[in-house]
């Protein structure tokens, strides 16, 4: 099983850009793009939070659970 960070489709939806957000939320734009991408091991319940004030969204919008492959 995994768990998905959906940052990029948030920001898509809300017509963001990582700048915007970057500026938004006080986090470097080299940090959100690490969420972005996939490419953290954890995200803070703090940094969740701001993500879902600047996108209007809740932590459900930003993370999915994707099962593993039964087949394989």
Do not use: W, Y
């Amino acid at each position: 099983m995994a768990i998905v960070l959906t940052l990029d489709v948030m920001l898509a939806r809300r017509k963001m850009t990582l700048k915007g957000l970057s500026m938004a939320i006080g986090l470097s734009e080299q940090n959100l793009s690490m969420i972005k991408t996939g490419k953290v091991k954890g995200v803070r319940f703090d940094t969740l939070d701001r993500l879902c004030v600047a996108l209007g969204c809740r932590p459900g919008d930003l993370i999915d659970h994707v099962p593993d492959d039964p087949s394989g």
